[in-house]
């Protein structure tokens, strides 16, 4: 049971761009679902990506990759396979796919067709049912098709991501950011292992809208943690149609805006994440700088015995203690405090004389628990956002070829 | 259930080396268990240690850190609570035990008392009982009692773990180790979580001593991972009484007979691992160097998709190529090459297409499961030996105040 929330809120269109869908059976011809889609711009745009730092990258990720700087013309995705150790071959199925994708749209010299995949690793494209459904997508695409792309590239996922708003400009204009996203296992920083696609109307050069996404992305999907595996398919694409004029004055609304959607994405994916029952937020601070901060607050997050704990209920803060050590060698342990909530745990190394069991779980019951940490030697500060670790988890990921 | 040697081998005594055991609930005076334990030399003695890299080391750590140099006496070990976390009251109660088991022994200027501690963390030790312990220990002490000595430092082990060897010397004369060890949980290398005594009679000096352990405890110790996460009172003891004269052609075997003691023990504490069902064995070749090898062969042994996956006998190498492509953004998959077992499954960043899911389905479903990587970049190597991730891990992590 995934903790919510279950339900889509409304996908606002951005005009200009169409998703179409088709179900092509791509892990298994026998059990038809909606698992190819197409983004497609009525005219060439603006976009910028976030890519996984995974060495083994699939090949749609290097195939994106390598278009940065082209304008956008259309993206094509696929769920249940994610086409990443597959050497060659892997790169020229894209290749055929992108460019299937480009006699359908009319793609003219020096623009680009994306691609990203999710599923399996490891195996072959099935390439014979994945070029008909991207022609079949294509005729199928509408400008109000959001939810149903967001529900083309779910994996394991239980509900379908997506998050919609817009926002009134200061020059007087009105701009319309929507995403969606999948992602529920596989999920770190650097990316969290996802996939996110995010239009906009606001008219953005590349080099703005690079920017606000790459800081968006590091304060949302890359703060939370699922199980510490990062895939070899993350991305997160954000497209501008241009059409709402923007002024100098109106950016920071807008980053604020693309924040906001960055951040009710990634909280749906922790809320689904495999096996989860219950959330931690980390809060670094006091940290030599915010490198070491987020080392702390990332050992801490993902720590097996911290995880466990959360499931239980149980507010073992030695085990807190235990991974703040392993974090750092050099730490003051002296200068360290830990919070459980409000409750003073530890404070400069020593256990709070006013501390009683039972403070901290009450706050190991709650679905969510905030887990403050304050290294006592600077001013650097991180937040990581994780799950526990549940039965289900073993259950989800034992299973045979999950 | 653990997966054996549930039964202690024979332990071979250390002439002039005794350990002695008390009763004293350290954990809940209401339930009495062997729970301390001296170790005892008839004469000062030669000692070498290998300590915990946590940020967080205990009190105990620090305290026997700091004697390095000074001639073995004594060492005072009790489990049930780690002394870990507790701040200058933590320090004043080791050195307060220290002091007791010195009066007890006789101790002069210049000599070393050594103590260690493992248990729960963060809670102050229980001296009112623990000093009548310390003294009912060393009034029980006999040079057989290693087995006994064993049980005393257990806490979530479910049998108790010692090695025993004697090796014939070139020199002419024949020289013992014995060993005990802990460990169940918190187990990860800088160092495996646990504890470990170990006693020879070989003639050795500090300087040898210390080197041979340093470098028998990397290549054990260090090289298995249960749970990922270092404890704050990790540490290894040697101990050598001198009565069995060497020569320096000698070394080179004593070294071995000290290294198969350390991997033996270590071996002991992977099969008690917490919720184990299966053992892999991480074999990494051809990386830039060892520290580029070991990094790699890290990630793969701690990735809970992966150690869910051999829980599962699911041989889905994907999740291994996801982990070796986490472990080093620089990567070079088209040179990467993983085998399972004897078969190889990806050659040069390729599916073998020889390979077939029968093959990895009968590698997985053993107790011990060899994978071997080959990154096709250098000559750096690394092995790490690591545990499945099991519904008993969680069982056993998630209940209360485990």
């Not at 943690?225 to 694409?237: A, E, H, K, W």
């Not at 980053?255 to 980390?282: F, H, P, S, Y």
């Not at 745990?345 to 304050?374: L, M, S, T």
Request: glycine letters at 10%; charged letters at 25%; proline letters at 5%.
């Amino acid at each position: 049971m995934p903790i919510g929330p279950t339900q889509l809120p409304d996908l606002q269109p951005i005009a200009g761009l169409s998703w179409g869908i088709a179900s092509v059976g791509v892990k298994n011809p026998t059990r038809l679902r909606p698992d190819v889609a197409v983004l497609v711009a009525e005219t060439p745009c603006v976009w910028a990506g976030a890519f996984t730092l995974s060495g083994s990258r699939a090949a749609p990720v290097r195939w994106s990759e390598a278009r940065k700087g082209l304008p956008f013309r259309a993206l094509v995705v696929n769920s249940g396979n994610a086409n990443a150790c597959t050497g060659n071959r892997g790169m020229e199925d894209v290749a055929t796919c992108a460019s299937r994708l480009g006699q359908a749209v009319g793609l003219e010299e020096g623009q680009a067709i994306l691609a990203a995949s999710t599923g399996v690793i490891g195996e072959l494209l099935p390439m014979e049912r994945l070029l008909p459904g991207i022609d079949a997508a294509f005729a199928d695409r509408g400008e109000t098709r959001w939810e149903d792309a967001a529900r083309a590239i779910m994996t394991t996922d239980i509900f379908a991501k997506g998050a919609s708003l817009t926002v009134d400009l200061p020059s007087g204009g009105s701009a319309t950011f929507t995403g969606i996203a999948k992602g529920s296992g596989m999920i770190h920083p650097n990316m969290a292992t996802m996939l996110g696609f995010i239009g906009t109307d606001a008219d953005l050069d590349e080099t703005t809208l690079s920017a606000m996404l790459r800081r968006s992305v590091e304060e949302s999907f890359n703060t939370i943690s699922v199980d510490g595996d990062t895939s070899t398919n993350d991305c997160v694409f954000a497209v501008a149609t241009g059409r709402v004029a923007v002024e100098p004055r109106d950016k920071e609304m807008l980053e604020g805006a693309l924040l906001e959607i960055c951040k009710q994405l990634a909280d749906a994916i922790l809320r689904d994440g495999e096996g989860v029952t219950r959330i931690m937020n980390i809060q670094v601070e006091g940290a030599r700088d915010d490198t070491h901060a987020k080392k702390v607050a990332d050992t801490v997050a993902t720590s097996p015995l911290v995880k466990t704990a959360l499931f239980g209920a149980d507010p073992n803060w030695g085990r807190i203690a235990g991974a703040i050590g392993r974090a750092d060698p050099e730490l003051e342990w002296e200068r360290v405090s830990i919070y459980l909530g409000p409750y003073p745990v530890v404070v400069e190394g020593q256990r709070h004389p006013d501390y009683r069991e039972e403070q901290g779980a009450e706050v190991f019951k709650a679905q969510e628990v905030d887990i403050a940490i304050d290294l006592g030697v600077g001013r650097g500060r991180a937040l990581k956002r994780s799950t526990d670790l549940s039965y289900d988890y073993i259950k989800i990921n034992a299973d045979y070829r999950s």
